[in-house]
């Protein structure tokens, strides 16, 4: 009984472990975390911002709007990764995604996902300190 009682505690002990281990890593299942819904939308982003581009003219200085949003975009989900918010570096890319879509030339389906992208930079932004830790 004893040894019994003995297996069941370690075996215990072990699953804890591994569960502890899984969410620090981001690898528990469960509800999504503000944190990852944030990294999505930073994702999500990134991506409409690569599709337009690909779409787009040349042009140097919309080339220059499309890598500044993506490189404040990158540097702030980097941060987020470290579990620190940075609103200046939110409110940077959002900005220079606002001049992608005030001075570049779009396509109405980009137009439309890129103004959804700011959107909800800018609903997360305003409700960051709701979900705070």
């Known amino acids: 009984m004893k040894q019994t009682k003995k297996r069941f505690t370690a075996a215990f002990q072990v699953l804890a472990l591994a569960?502890?281990?899984a969410g620090s890593l981001g690898l528990a299942q469960g509800p999504?975390?503000?944190?990852q819904r944030t990294r999505d939308l930073i994702g999500q982003?990134?991506?409409?911002l690569r599709q337009s581009r690909?779409?787009?003219?040349?042009e140097h200085k919309e080339r220059d709007r499309y890598k500044n949003a993506e490189r404040?975009?990158?540097?702030?989900?980097?941060?987020?990764?470290k579990r620190h918010f940075d609103k200046g570096e939110l409110d940077s890319a959002i900005g220079d995604v606002?001049?992608?879509?005030?001075?570049?030339?779009?396509?109405p389906?980009?137009?439309?996902?890129?103004?959804?992208?700011?959107a909800e930079l800018r609903?997360?932004?305003a409700d960051y300190d709701s979900w705070k830790r």
């Open 19 to 21: 569960a502890v281990a």
């Open 32 to 35: 999504e975390t503000p944190w």
């Open 45 to 48: 982003t990134q991506s409409d």
């Open 54 to 58: 690909a779409e787009s003219t040349t």
């Open 72 to 81: 404040h975009l990158s540097t702030f989900d980097r941060h987020l990764v």
């Open 98 to 107: 606002q001049s992608v879509l005030d001075h570049n030339t779009l396509t």
């Open 109 to 118: 389906d980009n137009r439309n996902a890129l103004l959804r992208d700011v």
């Open 123 to 125: 609903r997360l932004r």
